[in-house]
């Protein structure tokens, strides 16, 4: 069967998927934000089908159970689960839901917008495009689709702690407030407060509540499971600003607020950046089309090296853009990141001659690239250890060099067909052969093909053997100027087609290239460093926040508030893990340690109030200036956020039109620039002749 017609049960298929996926949504879907009670989710999984939204959610459930039968689906399906597990903790049935709720959304929008494009080309790098088009459009349809779940689930959050509020003034007991709150609240919060409530009624509820934090999706409600514990515990205290367990749940509420609106006004700044950057892997081919119908002297450019060259230089902006995107994107995340169970760089170091490769390349302990790549990777917070990452950037290298080798001899197999195919267009930028023309050009590409593969294994008297052949066509019998001018064209064909191989300088060009990949993952690491440090002065932000919720706290100790920071911190994580490993072996020691580590000035100043909590003064005391400067430092906040929000978006931008920019100037703009200064060449050699 035809492949057009093979395309044409594709899009039929994809049409009918999508239309399928649009009507289960539609079913399930809900008005409101919260997604139903726990008794409505408790109804749905009952096996009668009594309504169409029972019947729909059996029905996804049934595609998971069939999807994890087949290898290649069911690494497909844990690979999403892995991101949505963290949001659906304890929960097998809502995730499975969820999990194949993305899998029908993604591909169906994909597979509806693809199979039209793949029926409209059948140019194999057009192909390329469009199979990098589906892979960065995936993981974009995948990031909103994750991202919208931790939205709701942050408003659901904000929600429930304004009920357990309400329900901790009616009783003056923290579970019972929690256990109240739970009852009325939406289906995914309401699994997180049965969590937090057996963590609080637990017989051993130090250890629930790790095995808690281990489990929890974001720092708030970590936060919210770590002092109602400590209220739980030592009671809740009067001050003359009123309760303590009140007054931290306003301290979370209003960081939480802040976070709903940081991630808000940064999607929206940054929305559509993404799908932006896609765009050149769809105008590429309405481009060159226009083009060549307007300036058919173009064709020579898109069909050769160059334009292959434009072509290629393009998707890598696209695909670089993407994955800077990504980053920005990723360090605004507040669930942590997906565990990978064995990195593929862990994997690589394990076989024999790879370790052997990389340990010889790999600086040695105590050298200064050693200690500087070590301090990278920590800043970065990089799950690689120094040995996985130079496998990294050895296949970074390795890759880059045998991609560029592939693509030389690309470019010289597209030049060989250029040269054997291609007919001789007119000399002028808008002149167009007549069909008589065009025809008779054809006949003579095809004629040349023929005697270059007649005379290419000639060693010697190459033009001779080219005029014998020639003789033999009854056009050139009797014209010797056409059969001379015909054998001076196949002439020159030979002498190109001869000099269509791997070049010495291209290998050295592919060496350079590879060279350069191996610094990639370095610079890459580097953007994250730079991303990082622009939301340092956040972070500490943060900090003083928890440490307003716990100073007013009698048992609080230093030790403790460094546990809360550190299950708070994501930039300066990796330091307070390392103070809290030696802290019993020294608290001066272990301090001093971290402002070494993390030498950020306005971090730097906690610690020194740290330092002077753990000697002598009370930390109520080492932080008092925390409630008198709050005005103060809420509107510097306030700036300080505004700026950061800026300054991302305008990287964001940058990045974003990147993609669209290159396309025009590479695509469009040096295209005709290029053949207008060869136009000129050619004008300029028929006024020397008429001279």
């Not at 919208?148 to 429930?160: A, D, I, P, S, V």
């Not at 890759?399 to 000399?427: E, N, R």
Request: include cysteine; charged fraction near 25%.
């Amino acid at each position: 069967m035809e492949l057009k017609t093979w395309l044409t049960f594709a899009f039929g298929f994809s049409v009918a998927f999508f239309m399928l996926a649009a009507l289960l949504f539609q079913m399930v879907s809900r008005k409101n934000t919260g997604a139903g009670s726990v008794r409505e989710y408790e109804e749905l999984r009952l096996p009668d089908k009594a309504s169409r939204r029972q019947a729909a959610y059996s029905f996804f459930q049934k595609i998971y159970v069939w999807c994890a039968k087949v290898p290649l689906l069911r690494m497909y399906l844990m690979g999403i689960r892995r991101r949505l597990a963290v949001l659906h903790v304890v929960d097998e049935w809502k995730l499975r839901l969820e999990t194949v709720k993305l899998a029908l959304a993604v591909w169906g929008v994909l597979l509806a917008a693809v199979v039209p494009l793949l029926w409209i080309t059948d140019d194999v790098l057009m192909l390329l495009l469009l199979a990098t088009g589906i892979w960065v459009g995936h993981g974009v349809m995948a990031d909103a689709f994750v991202h919208r779940l931790e939205n709701r689930q942050l408003h659901q959050l904000r929600h429930f702690l304004t009920d357990v509020r309400h329900h901790y003034h009616r009783h003056g007991m923290v579970e019972e407030a929690i256990y109240d709150a739970a009852e009325t609240a939406p289906h995914e919060m309401a699994l997180h407060a049965r969590e937090i409530y057996e963590v609080l009624t637990s017989s051993n509820p130090e250890e629930r509540l790790e095995q808690y934090y281990e489990a929890a999706p974001n720092r708030f409600l970590k936060g919210l499971a770590g002092i109602s514990h400590l209220v739980r515990e030592y009671g809740d205290k009067m001050t003359q600003h009123g309760s303590v367990y009140l007054k931290a749940l306003g301290q979370l509420t209003g960081e939480l607020n802040l976070a709903i609106l940081r991630r808000e006004k940064l999607s929206f700044l940054l929305q559509g950046l993404t799908a932006i950057a896609l765009i050149p892997l769809l105008f590429t081919k309405p481009i060159e089309n226009w083009a060549r119908s307007y300036f058919p002297a173009m064709d020579a450019f898109y069909a050769g090296k160059l334009g292959w060259m434009s072509r290629i230089v393009v998707l890598l902006i696209v695909l670089g853009s993407y994955v800077l995107l990504r980053h920005m994107r990723e360090l605004d995340r507040e669930q942590p990141a997906a565990r990978r169970r064995k990195p593929w760089e862990q994997r690589a170091y394990q076989v024999p001659w790879v370790q052997w490769l990389v340990d010889r390349i790999m600086p040695g302990p105590g050298s200064k690239e050693y200690a500087r790549c070590t301090m990278l990777l920590k800043e970065t917070s990089s799950p690689l250890r120094l040995e996985w990452f130079y496998v990294q950037r050895v296949a970074v290298s390795v890759l880059g060099f045998l991609l560029s080798i592939a693509l030389f001899v690309t470019l010289h197999a597209v030049a060989t067909h250029q040269l054997l195919y291609a007919w001789d267009k007119p000399d002028t930028m808008f002149g167009r052969l007549s069909p008589e023309e065009a025809k008779a050009a054809r006949d003579a590409a095809a004629l040349d093909r023929k005697i270059l593969a007649d005379v290419k294994e000639a060693k010697s008297r190459i033009y001779e053997a080219v005029l014998s052949r020639l003789r033999q066509e009854p056009e050139f019998a009797q014209n010797e100027q056409q059969l001379h001018a015909a054998a001076q064209r196949i002439l020159r064909k030979l002498e190109a087609l001869n000099q269509e191989y791997l070049k010495w300088w291209e290998v050295m060009l592919s060496l350079l290239i590879g060279w350069g990949g191996y610094f990639v993952p370095v610079w890459m690491l580097l953007f994250r460093r730079r991303l990082r440090q622009m939301e340092m002065k956040h972070e500490v932000d943060q900090f003083h926040a928890v440490i307003a919720m716990l100073s007013e706290m009698d048992r609080i100790s230093v030790e403790q508030l460094l546990e809360w920071m550190e299950r708070f911190a994501f930039i300066f994580k990796e330091p307070l893990q390392q103070c809290l490993l030696h802290y019993e072996h020294g608290a001066e020691q272990a301090l001093e340690r971290l402002k070494e580590e993390a030498p950020f000035a306005p971090f730097a100043r906690i610690v020194d109030r740290l330092q002077l909590a753990a000697e002598s003064v009370p930390i109520r005391r080492a932080f008092d200036d925390l409630e008198s400067e709050r005005e103060f430092m809420r509107e510097q906040r306030k700036q300080d956020y505004e700026r950061l929000i800026e300054t991302k978006a305008g990287w964001g931008k940058m990045i974003g039109f990147a993609p669209m920019v290159s396309l025009i100037f590479l695509y469009l703009v040096f295209p005709l620039v290029y053949v207008s200064l060869s136009q000129m060449s050619v004008y300029y050699e028929q006024i020397h002749r008429i001279q």
